[in-house]
């Protein structure tokens, strides 16, 4: 695993994993954070056709992927934040999101870290990208 900003290719890909969408996930997250009623109700009339995921729960959830899949491992040293975030079509129960983690663009950020951009793209069963981002991740610097 990358152990330090220099070890970092830009290009490669990393498979994070996979997570299946409960409803009862998707309405507890929405009553604790997101209490929309597309995210808390299956009304065929809504806006969306029925129960969606909250946005902000499909990127928890490919928080924790990213987080088990390579963060865990590699030597990152926070985030400064993200340069883009989109959901790109609605999650709903019973969908499997499988996310990937490719390496992008570095760039020195002080004398002890240098920053690299990580594109990160959440998909469903049906190979659909549910959500996009672009996710700045510091790493530690050889001295």
Do not use: C, K
């Not at 009623?37 to 928890?60: K, R, V, Y």
């Not at 959901?87 to 240098?114: I, K």
Request: glycine share 10%.
């Amino acid at each position: 695993m990358h152990d330090s900003y220099e070890a970092v290719t830009p290009g490669e890909t990393v498979t994070l994993g996979s997570h299946e969408m409960t409803r009862s996930e998707i309405v507890s997250f929405a009553e604790q954070y997101d209490p929309q009623q597309f995210h808390l109700n299956d009304d065929p009339e809504g806006p969306f056709g029925g129960l969606i995921a909250s946005g902000w729960h499909t990127a928890a959830v490919t928080m924790r992927l990213a987080v088990d899949g390579y963060l865990g491992e590699a030597a990152t040293v926070g985030s400064p934040g993200l340069d883009g975030l989109r959901w790109r079509e609605p999650v709903r129960p019973g969908d499997r999101l499988t996310a990937t983690l490719t390496l992008g663009e570095r760039e020195p950020f002080d004398e002890g870290r240098g920053l690299v951009h990580q594109e990160i793209e959440t998909r469903n069963q049906h190979d659909e990208t549910v959500l996009w981002m672009d996710a700045l991740t510091l790493y530690p610097r050889r001295s």
